[in-house]
């Protein structure tokens, strides 16, 4: 039988598969949590701080839940349309607006689970729930409200769409590349969404109910499906992974603020009892002021790194608390991102899930391999106090952190200065797109933390990381990453990230593009390349291949619930 | 390895060889670095290679974006008045361009026709003045594209060379000439790189705490500098400036650029001086045979209206090299 592209030599100089033997995947996946996260203490008040904003009833009940506090449900659906006849569109948004799940809904039930959780000591908490939210592009608002409200919002890139700027995000020009945007599956020109519902559900019996309801009422107002997505998480022990095995979504930005009036009573729970209670809600977790992700909230100061500055003012007034929603379809090429992998490996003499580990910046578990850089750690990687604790430039001090019961503390070797990225090297994924403590092309540290974006996205179609003898049939399905993020600037955050880090060789910091999502074309050529780390003079390698291709998407807008009656529906 | 006698950036041979003006140079550059904390010791320093040899490491780049942050943030809210803001010009400079990359745009009937940059310093000019005056006429006729470029137009009432003389202002670009609110000059530069160890703080262990504890200027450059040298100097390193010790741009990046009929652009950028990867002077200007002009180019489906909204696709470096101490 040929050798797969994927073949590799393990420790024991056995020729194995690696994506059919993919370690983290052959471990069962740890039944109980090890220590009470949170409970229903939030944290305690830093003296002197600055006073975070609170996010009262009104606000709460108004701000759409994937925002904050994010759905993170296991099974997701997509659903993009295309608006009718506009009264009827209108019609069923006043059908669909008392259906919507408020950040308020959210995040009882997140306290809830947690709280249930921690009484249990398991994840397996008998608590369920099925969620809704929407969004708008700019043409959307332009047909239920007005051109002038649409013309009315300041972002640019909104206005444009994600058509318009997906040559700019890196995307193939080549008409009969996959990632075209002609060939998207919905998203490209003369096929972009103007509505994109969300659904989410912890059960996927309920989640199938709630989207044949909504889809019930197409025929009724003039709904046109453009696409369909159900989103999945990966099952067993890969769950939370995406689907080149790595787990994902594990650094996520802390937003600022109270849920009420009570000092200690933050959305994003606080854990840090030390100086750094300032700046970070748990270890690696930045706390960010909350007009990052919501319009018209007070944003981040772009000089300091704890107060805050005046909230954005450039969009219709109905619009505050909104937040700009980005979604990428990106189809994922598993065999093309492990085989690049092993092959290098191969040449380089590296293990191939160390090559891959570097390439993200992680191990698949999540573990950082500042941290670990010999090998994949599952332990750490499930520790959320810890998996996040990390900086790039200097030695990484352990936390102070409040008392959890059953919680052993984070006795993992801490993260070494690693300012040359010989460890984690430049290009790393992680390292491209959050740079943390290191400066960047923008200067300043604090600068980074006005790229944030809040990821909210999904693993669609099915594994086939740690599948033994996978079919033809499973190879040629579909899989990748429903990608989603909020943002209250597309430009300045998302865009951003993308163009300006992952799509450079050069920029935040030099050593070559992003080998994950980054996307390069210059005059007809589509090469990248990383510089390995090797003494003085880095490996130079060349990337011909490409993994993740866009397939689909759009730029959206979630306003507040009640702007959903009261004046798009109106 | 022997000890380093500084070249002139980009290697330029503008004076002719044997000309005192090589020597002046290094010497220039041999002052600009002792004239900082050279010799700081502890746990790293600054040093200077022309006095002393360390076991190289590693080289780093430090890279930044050549559109003005600080009129960025001046502007969050309205990128299109930002670029508007960046490319205006007083008679006397490029004000705003503060970022070690200066540029000037030329239009006809409204629309950008070329746009030049150059991250060439103002000491290299005076200096190369004051040994190769000719030399300096000679070339200022090429770059500006003007043959009646004449000396007197290069100096002062003192007859010393100006910078701010009419053909690196008002009716033209050579190089750097900002002076306000921060000097876009190489000693600036070298200030900000070999000041970066005297940033050392016993409280700042990380560049979160190091950003509290000093102040940083709003733009990109400064900060880049100081907190990264100052960052290897945490580290224990032995750090200095690459050389050929200048500014250079390092890059562009003209991806999601596209022509009128929407396809993408060609490579439109001219090296002038220096070379791809860390040039001097790069002119952006579309040939003649492709039938249309710079401000009919979009980026992200953008007409370009400004030369900074290229200039914030440009990328500027300042090179560094990190060692350890030889016994």
Same mark, same amino acid.
């Given at each position: 039988m040929a050798a797969k592209s994927t073949d590799t030599k393990n420790m024991a100089g056995e020729v194995v598969n690696i994506l059919e033997h993919f370690p983290i995947a052959e471990q069962a996946p740890p039944s109980k949590v090890s220590f009470s996260a949170t409970g229903a203490h939030f944290g305690e008040v830093v003296p002197d701080a600055e006073e975070e904003p609170v996010f009262d009833r009104a606000a709460r009940k108004g701000i759409q839940g994937n925002i904050i506090p994010g759905f993170r449900k296991d099974y997701q659906y997509f659903l993009f349309y295309e608006l009718g006849e506009i009264s009827a569109a209108k019609r069923w948004l006043q059908w669909l607006a008392p259906l919507i799940t408020s950040m308020d809904d959210a995040l009882a039930f997140v306290r809830s689970y947690r709280a249930l959780r921690d009484r249990l000591g398991s994840k397996d908490v008998p608590l369920k729930a099925t969620w809704l939210n929407i969004a708008f592009s700019c043409g959307a608002i332009a047909k239920l409200v007005s051109p002038e409200d649409a013309e009315a919002f300041g972002d640019q890139s909104f206005r444009q769409g994600l058509a318009e700027r997906s040559g700019f995000l890196g995307?193939?020009?080549?008409?009969?590349?996959?990632?075209n945007r002609q060939n998207w599956v919905v998203g490209g020109p003369g096929k972009e969404a103007d509505v994109l519902v969300i659904v989410a559900a912890d059960d996927p019996a309920d989640l199938a109910a709630w989207v044949r309801k909504i889809r019930g009422k197409e025929d009724e107002h003039g709904l046109k499906l453009l696409f369909e997505q159900q989103g999945e998480a990966l099952p067993g022990p890969l769950r939370g992974h995406e689907h080149f095995g790595f787990k994902d979504g594990v650094s996520q930005p802390g937003v600022r603020g109270r849920a009420s009036a009570a000092p200690t009573d933050f959305i994003t729970p606080r854990y840090l009892t030390d100086d750094r209670a300032r700046l970070f809600a748990k270890p690696g977790q930045p706390l960010i002021w909350p007009g990052e992700f919501l319009l018209g909230e007070r944003r981040q100061n772009p000089e300091d790194l704890y107060a805050s500055a005046d909230p954005a003012g450039n969009f219709p007034k109905w619009a505050a608390r909104g937040s700009y929603l980005v979604c990428r379809r990106l189809r994922q090429d598993v065999r093309a991102f492990w085989g690049f992998a092993a092959q290098q490996a191969a040449a380089l003499g590296v293990p191939p899930e160390k090559l891959a580990s570097m390439l993200v910046g992680r191990w698949p578990s999540g573990a950082p391999i500042l941290r670990v850089s010999a090998a994949d750690n599952p332990v750490l990687g499930a520790d959320e106090m810890a998996n996040?604790? &990390?900086? &790039?430039d200097d030695d990484t001090r352990p936390s102070a952190l409040r008392p959890m019961p059953g919680y052993p503390g984070d006795a993992h070797p801490q993260a070494g200065a690693d300012v040359l990225g010989q460890v984690c090297p430049h290009f790393a994924h992680i390292r491209k797109v959050n740079p943390r403590d290191s400066t960047t092309d923008l200067g300043k540290t604090g600068d980074t933390l006005l790229r944030a974006i809040l990821r909210r996205g999904i693993a669609f179609g099915p594994p086939v990381v740690g599948v033994k003898k996978p079919r033809p049939k499973l190879w040629k399905q579909e899989r990748g990453l429903m990608f989603v993020s909020y943002q209250s600037s597309i430009e300045d955050q998302f865009e951003f990230l993308v163009r300006r880090w992952s799509n450079s060789a050069l920029q935040p910091n030099v050593g070559g593009h992003d080998p994950v999502i980054g996307q390069h074309e210059a005059y007809g050529s589509r090469e990248r390349f990383i510089d390995f780390p090797h003494g003085r003079k880095p490996a130079r390698i060349a990337i011909n291949a490409e993994w993740v291709i866009p397939t689909g998407g759009g730029y959206f807008f979630s306003p507040p619930i009640e702007a959903i009656a009261e004046v798009l529906g109106i | 390895m022997p000890l380093t006698r500084f070249d002139t950036p980009g290697n330029l041979r503008d004076a002719p060889p044997g000309s005192p003006f090589y020597d002046a140079w290094h010497r220039k550059i041999d002052g600009l670095i002792d004239n900082g904390n050279v010799g700081s010791g502890g746990v790293g320093e600054i040093y200077n290679p022309a006095r002393k040899d360390v076991d190289v490491i590693a080289e780093r780049s430090l890279v930044w974006m050549g559109f003005p942050r600080r009129v960025v943030f001046d502007h969050r809210d309205d990128r299109p008045e930002a670029f508007r803001v960046a490319d205006l010009r007083t008679e006397e400079d490029r004000e705003k361009q503060e970022e070690y990359l200066e540029w000037r745009a030329i239009r006809q009937d409204g629309k950008i026709t070329k746009v030049t940059f150059t991250t060439e310093t103002p000491e290299y000019w005076k200096l190369l003045f004051e040994e190769e005056p000719d030399t300096v006429v000679c070339l200022y006729r090429n770059l500006v594209g003007d043959p009646g470029v004449v000396k007197e137009d290069l100096v002062d009432s003192a007859g010393v060379y100006d910078k701010h003389n009419p053909w690196n202002t008002t009716r033209g670009i050579v190089h750097l000439n900002v002076i306000s609110p921060l000097d876009n000059t190489l000693d600036a530069a070298v200030r900000l790189a070999v000041g970066s160890a005297g940033l050392?703080?016993?409280?700042?262990?990380d560049n979160y705490e190091l950003q509290e504890n000093t102040s940083q200027p709003p733009t990109s450059a400064d900060p880049r500098v100081t907190m990264d040298g100052n960052t290897l100097v945490r580290r224990g390193l032995s750090v200095t400036l690459r050389e050929p010790v200048g500014l250079y741009i390092a890059g562009w990046d003209d991806t999601g650029w596209t022509k009128p009929d929407g396809s993408p652009v060609g490579n439109y950028w001219c090296v002038v001086r220096g070379r791809s990867g860390a040039a001097l002077r790069v002119e952006y200007e579309v040939p003649k045979e492709e039938g249309f002009v710079v401000g009919d180019i979009r980026i992200g489906g953008r007409p370009i209206e400004f030369g900074g909204q290229i200039a914030e696709h440009v990328t500027v470096m300042i090179g560094g090299i990190a060692g350890t101490p030889r016994p």
């Open positions: 995307d193939p020009t080549a008409e009969k590349a996959e990632g996040n604790h &990390f900086l &790039f | 050392r703080n016993p409280h700042s262990l």
